[in-house]
């Protein structure tokens, strides 16, 4: 049974239980690698993008027509003798197949695999009607055995070692089982469950598709055993949401070219069964199958009229949001989610199950952008994940206290500002030269993996005038977004940047005005002061003054370029300064290769052997892969490619603050990947990443040396 953490006390608790699974983990990651590997492979020689394109579009037309789909399906599939009902409530849907189980005097029951199903809680219901439910999919069959919800919407026993299924098996086959022989393990199965097959009065399944034009359901499985449950009893229920209502088959074939590939990387899978009308049924006196098709709401209509929420249900349950993330890598599905799971199961578990079961599992996103760039239907989870957060604590009917203090000061520029150039003052009794090597005790050794920067005694703002390098008849001019990393902790960073720049004669510019880019408020869900420094910003940056806005911070230009147009619009319509400004924003690697299309002549060649961590929001956020890379060889750098360097860090502002043992958990294979490489240094392009990274370095007393991109080319410039 499950039972999700309804507050964060609880939900750390159970953190810290999984965190203890190392098997788990290492199945997780293995999982991860491999799954990274083969989706490549089987999306090879296609325009994924075009798909992901014609999936979201297919989709989208569709919601806004569910209800209309629904009756044009009931048409056809009742002139077909298919039964059709619509219920409004999980509760509905299963006391729906109840009925329709004691009407047929049914009594035992084979089930295929279906979210829909562990969504509505069907096997409890029908178990206490007294009626036998048997899951035939393995991995459904295994967790039923062990009492357990899926761990994941696709394949729901991942979290199992074969050593666990051996004892299981042994248990329900009286026989002891060898575990290395997972053939054997897999033919118990087979055993115990054909007789299921074959006494039972009804099957139960899902359905991936239901097509509008023809009454007709589509099933896609890799195990066989949908066609079984589907064919061999004499009565065949289909529950299914409502959002599985397309209009044709070409919807569903253009949906079933991304769904195999993305959910585990197969080019095709094992089933797809399409089913319309009655079939003919040895097992039935009249000779045809008895078909009832329950057609799910649960909310579904609502969200498909919602303007922002709508996009989830496109949803084609893949599953790869999660195979993707690197907090479902760590915790796995039981902790990751409640019935659903991952990055959909975040958002989905708020609308079907209630905001109990969503309070602690939603604010449990990195905002790294990995579910995003990988969902088929293109939907922006990450966003939806942290508005999902935002009507948790409506609902709730408060905010917490630090939420509210942290949206006040930073939506007035002025006081953040001063607070931040005080605080350096402060943190004089815990600083270490560079670094706050050990935290006050208050925060607890939990918050201890890593070592913290001081804030710098003097911002970049105060040195600009002194500083800023004179630089006659410019190329280009070019306002810098310097973010409250640089501003505030590595003004270096900035000022090699600019140095550098201008020995390409770039002229840059500090608007004086600009303040935080609004990231930490949307990750907070404070939507409404992220809007308000959105508006600051984009005044303070004058777009019109310059070439380009130049951005050091991976995250700040990618949440200016994403998410200020969705803050900003005004009627649905995006104003044209935020075009303008999402049009010049531009990343410093981006910058350097595709704008001063920089030379190997500008550079010494030093050889220095450098590994490189991609920051989130530059290789998804911006969709920047090869820049840095290029740059990085352009510079007379050896770059020495790490494992999973595309992967999280673990910063993420305050998600290292409130996850700390999961931050911990990704920042210690970052470091370990990192050290393997064998290099130097450490180049990255976000100052939030340099922070995490060092920190880390730091603890573990590793020799190497972590900095941005700036810095390093700064060096590595022949003359300026
Ligand atoms: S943004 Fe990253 S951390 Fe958040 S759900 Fe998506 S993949 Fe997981
Ligand atoms: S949200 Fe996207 S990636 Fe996740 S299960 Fe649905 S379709 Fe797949």
């Given at each position: ?9 609880d939900?750390?608790?159970?953190i ?8 788990l ?6 999982f991860?690698t491999?799954?990274?590997?083969s989706?490549a ?9 075009a ?6 579009c297919a ?11 629904l ?19 999980a509760?509905?849907a299963n ?26 809680f069907l096997?409890d ?9 048997t ?9 039923q ?12 026993a991942?979290?199992?070692?074969r050593y666990?299924?051996?004892d ?7 026989e002891?089982?060898?575990p ?13 469950l ?10 139960i ?9 023809s009454?007709?359901?589509g ?10 449950t ?9 529950l ?15 949906a079933l070219k991304g ?17 319309k ?28 009229k ?8 496109r949803c084609?349950?893949?599953g790869?949001?999660a ?12 902790t990751y989610?409640?019935?659903y799971?991952?990055?959909i ?7 079907y199950?209630?905001?109990d079961n ?8 990195l ?5 995003k760039?990988v969902c088929p239907?293109k939907?922006?989870l990450?966003?939806?994940?942290k508005?999902?957060?935002r009507?948790?604590?409506d ?16 939506g ?6 001063t ?19 050990h ?5 607890g ?6 070592t913290?920067?001081v ?15 004179v ?5 280009l001019?070019?306002?810098?977004f310097?973010?409250c990393a640089?501003?505030f ?18 002229d840059?510019d500090l ?7 609004g990231?930490?408020?949307?990750m ?6 992220a809007k308000e ?10 777009t019109d ?5 130049l951005?050091?911070c991976?995250?700040?230009?990618s949440?200016?370029k994403?998410n ?10 995006v ?8 049009e010049?924003?531009i990343d410093f690697?981006s ?11 500008d ?9 490189y961590?991609?920051p ?17 060889r ?12 595309d ?6 502002g305050s ?9 911990e958990?990704?920042?210690r294979?970052k470091?370990?990947?990192?050290e ?6 450490v ?12 920190g ?9 040396r972590?900095?941005?991109?700036a810095e ?9």
């Amino acid at each position: 049974m499950i039972k999700t953490p309804q507050n964060m006390k609880d939900y750390t608790d159970q953190i810290r239980a999984t965190l203890k699974e190392k098997f788990l983990q290492t199945t997780l990651n293995n999982f991860a690698t491999s799954y990274k590997a083969s989706r490549a492979k089987a999306f090879s020689g296609m325009d994924l993008e075009a798909l992901r394109e014609e999936i979201a579009c297919a989709k989208d037309a569709a919601l806004p027509r569910l209800e209309e789909l629904l009756e044009e399906f009931t048409r056809h599939a009742e002139a077909d003798g298919v039964k059709v009902h619509f219920a409004k409530t999980a509760q509905e849907a299963n006391a729906i197949i109840a009925a329709i189980a004691k009407e047929n005097n049914v009594k035992t029951i084979v089930k295929s695999k279906s979210m829909t199903a562990e969504e509505t809680f069907l096997n409890d219901h029908l178990e206490k009607q007294g009626l036998k439910v048997t899951e035939t999919d393995l991995g459904e069959w295994i967790i039923q055995l062990r009492h357990e919800g899926p761990s994941h919407m696709v394949m729901p026993a991942i979290h199992l070692s074969r050593y666990q299924v051996g004892d299981l098996f042994t248990g329900v086959s009286g026989e002891e089982q060898d575990p290395e022989n997972i053939d054997k393990l897999v033919k118990v199965a087979r055993k115990q469950l054909r007789p299921r097959f074959i006494e039972a009065d009804m099957g139960i399944s899902g359905a991936n598709f239901a097509m509008a034009d023809s009454g007709a359901i589509g099933i896609v499985t890799n195990e066989g055993n949908a066609r079984l449950t589907t064919t061999l009893p004499r009565v065949h229920v289909t529950l299914a949401g409502v959002d599985k209502l397309i209009p044709d088959i070409k919807t569903a074939l253009t949906a079933l070219k991304g769904l195999t590939r993305n959910a585990t990387g197969q080019g095709i899978t094992s089933y797809v069964t399409w089913i319309k009308g009655q079939p003919p049924c040895g097992a039935s006196e009249k000779e045809v199958q008895t078909r009832h098709i329950v057609f799910l709401d649960n909310g579904r209509l609502a969200l498909a009229k919602d303007p922002v929420f709508s996009e989830v249900l496109r949803c084609i349950r893949c599953g790869a949001c999660a195979n993707v993330c690197p907090i479902y890598r760590i915790l796995g599905g039981h902790t990751y989610g409640h019935v659903y799971i991952g990055a959909i199961g975040l958002i989905l578990t708020f609308f079907y199950h209630g905001r109990d079961n969503a309070r602690a599992i939603v604010k449990n996103c990195l905002n790294c952008q990995s579910c995003k760039v990988v969902c088929p239907a293109k939907i922006d989870l990450p966003y939806l994940i942290k508005k999902v957060y935002r009507e948790v604590m409506d609902e709730d009917g408060k905010r917490p206290l630090r939420n509210r203090l942290l949206a006040r000061v930073m939506g007035n520029r002025k006081l953040f500002h001063t607070l931040l150039k005080n605080a350096w003052m402060a943190q004089a009794p815990i600083a270490d030269g560079p670094k706050i090597r050990h935290l006050p005790t208050i925060f607890g050794r939990k918050h201890d993996f890593r070592t913290i920067p001081v804030l710098a005694k003097h911002p970049l703002r105060d040195q600009w005038s002194s500083f800023k390098p004179v630089v006659r008849n410019p190329k280009l001019k070019v306002a810098l977004f310097a973010g409250c990393a640089q501003d505030f902790i590595y003004p270096q960073q900035a000022k090699d940047a600019v140095t550098l720049l201008a020995s390409y004669g770039v002229d840059v510019d500090l608007p004086m005005d600009q303040t935080c880019c609004g990231l930490p408020l949307l990750m907070m869900a404070e939507n409404e002061t992220a809007k308000e420094v959105a508006e600051q910003n984009l005044k303070a940056l004058d777009t019109d003054r310059y070439d380009y806005i130049l951005t050091l911070c991976a995250s700040c230009g990618s949440h200016i370029k994403e998410n200020y147009p969705k803050l900003l619009q005004k009627e649905n319509a995006v104003p044209e300064g935020v075009k303008k400004l999402e049009e010049k924003i531009i990343d410093f690697s981006s910058f350097m290769v595709n704008v001063l299309k920089v030379t190997a002549d500008d550079f010494r060649v030093s050889g220095k052997k450098v590994a490189y961590h991609a920051p989130c929001h530059l290789c998804r956020g911006l969709d920047v892969v090869e820049e840095p890379r290029e740059l990085m060889r352009v510079a007379g750098l050896d770059y020495v490619p790490a494992a999973d360097e595309d992967v999280c860090c673990g910063f993420s502002g305050s998600y290292s603050v409130d996850f700390p043992e999961v931050s911990e958990q990704l920042l210690r294979r970052k470091v370990a990947n990192m050290e393997a490489t064998g290099a130097d240094i450490v180049v990255t392009d976000c100052p939030g990443c340099v922070m995490q990274i060092s920190g880390g370095m730091d603890k573990h007393a590793s020799r190497m040396r972590v900095c941005h991109m700036a810095e390093i080319l700064r060096e590595m410039r022949k003359k300026e």
